[in-house]
């Protein structure tokens, strides 16, 4: 008899907790207005490229330069991603905190938690 109050509890707890993540999700376009802020970045890859020294860089809102936001994979994390060519045209979700790099917003990413394809 105990149990159905600790289970009501849990229940409610979880969904608050659904409720704030969401509460965070933002688009690519909104990021730029969110530096230095955590959130969850919800839109369509444009592209996925390597650079020369092995980064990678997942674009939203256009093709490199014309982008509006990207992620940042950096090489010696890229072998967490084998599949990341396979996220163009998908829609997905980067939790991150959001940081400013030569006038655009970006997400660093180190561990496949913070990517959802939605």
């Known amino acids: 008899m105990h ?3 600790k289970f009501c509890v849990s229940v409610v707890l979880t969904l608050a907790l659904a409720v704030a993540a969401y ?6 376009r909104e ?3 969110h530096i230095g802020k955590r ?3 919800v839109g369509v890859v444009s592209q996925v490229s390597n ?6 860089f997942i674009n939203f809102g256009g093709r490199y330069p ?4 990207y992620v940042v994979i950096f090489k010696k994390n890229a072998h967490k991603f ?12 980067i939790s991150g905190k959001i940081e400013l790099y ?3 917003p970006q997400i660093i990413v180190s561990s496949p938690d913070q990517v959802q394809v939605r």
């Open 3 to 5: 149990l159905l109050p």
């Open 66 to 69: 014309n982008h509006i936001f």
């Open 23 to 28: 509460a965070d999700e933002i688009t690519p």
């Open 102 to 104: 030569r006038g655009k």
């Open 39 to 41: 959130a969850s970045v």
């Open 82 to 93: 084998p599949r990341v060519y396979g996220y163009k045209g998908q829609t997905l979700a």
């Open 51 to 56: 650079s020369g020294k092995g980064t990678t």
């Open 31 to 33: 990021a730029i207005n």
